[in-house]
């Protein structure tokens, strides 16, 4: 009796969390109280389906759709209808959510519901991404679909090549992540507008190229004066972010490898985000303008990963045969000067597959972030002024001196 109890107690609040966003919206056809009934009606449905006959779950989604049509004839002949459809397919789904509450995982049953709600919610902000995006960002991202739902399925599952490491799908598979990744903080970037402070601007940098945003910020110092210290802040929380993307990488390609490399790497993310905060709060309320980014999903770029991952899959693995350690590090020193995903990526993958033990690679993917750390820094001593890499110097010379202590003292 809890269990159904605790079901329809679910049901209910899902209900009432669709409908308060649809009488805010100020939908005539259904409000709070009706996704209250139809989300019930649902678990009821499911409940009573094993005592009455699983049809019961198929009559009370035909009662549903019948009140939607019946709403909307009574809506028209007075005057009153609604154009669109949203509401009524809204009404359909959380019936179905709510027979889901009751035969599926309530976690997930939870997360649709929710997720339900907030797709409503975010309509303007939907068509605002829509109205930013332009006919070569649409092409890119019909490049992304192709790379992942196109190419990653008719690509062979299996090994080729020296060291028996290159496996065309699995290759392809890292492709698809990062772009994804990248193409994440590139909607987003879209559906947030130009205009961002300092925070926006590193994290949506992070997200997409620390690397590029560092760039595109140094040079900004060059053409515009007193910008130093806003761009500090930017590139600052930029690379504490790609300090995070490391591990969320790693997690998502190396579970077992996550659980070790976790606290080391996670120490450093948490100390460069904390170096990154105290930028921030220096600069909070000088707004910069978010320069346009390059589009991820471009097959172009996509291609050009996959040569990088691909060709440090098989120096990682040669250095390990014929160097020992001493040869993995100096791949990831080189390595890490353009690209830290490759080597982050390439490393997991042979953790995972046994070819590295955890200890090795964690200590891989850090001397490959510091690395780009110091190649950033090299980037911001070219092409900006002077005021921002002092700026950068001691963030990144701390974060440098604790990641060179962790290598050198942790067990």
Sequence with gaps: MYVQLQQLLTALALGLLVGLQRERAAKRLAGL???????????????????????????????VIAAVVTGNFVAVRSGGADPGQTTELAMLVMYLVGVYVAVGPLPLAVALGAGVAVLLHLKP??????ARIGDADFRAIMSFVVVSLVVLPVLPDRTFGPYHVLNPRQVW????LIVGIGLAGYLAYKLLGTRGGSLLGGLLGGLISSTATTVTFARRTRAQEDTSGPAAAVILL?????????????GVVAGGFFRTAALPLGLLALLFFAIAFVGWLRQAGHDQVMPEPKNPSELRGALAFAALYAGILLAVAAAREHLGSGGLYAVAVISGLTDVDA????????????????????????????????????????????ALLARIALGYGVVAVAG?????LWP
């Design 125 to 130: 902000a939907l068509q605002g991404l829509v």
């Design 404 to 408: 060179l202590a962790l290598l050198l």
């Design 238 to 250: 930029a690379s504490a972010v790609a300090f995070a993307r490391v591990l969320v990488e790693i």
């Design 173 to 176: 598979l890292m492709v698809v």
């Design 343 to 386: 080597i982050t990526l390439s490393t997991s993958n042979l953790v995972r597959d046994g070819g590295l033990d955890a200890g090795t690679g964690w200590r891989i993917i850090a001397i490959a972030a510091l690395s780009n750390l110091g190649f950033k820094a090299g980037a911001v001593a070219f092409l900006g002024r002077r």
């Design 33 to 63: 109280r009706t996704f209250a009934l139809v989300t019930l009606s649902g678990t009821l449905a499911a409940q009573l389906a094993p005592a009455l006959g699983p049809w019961l779950v198929v009559i009370g989604l035909l009662g």
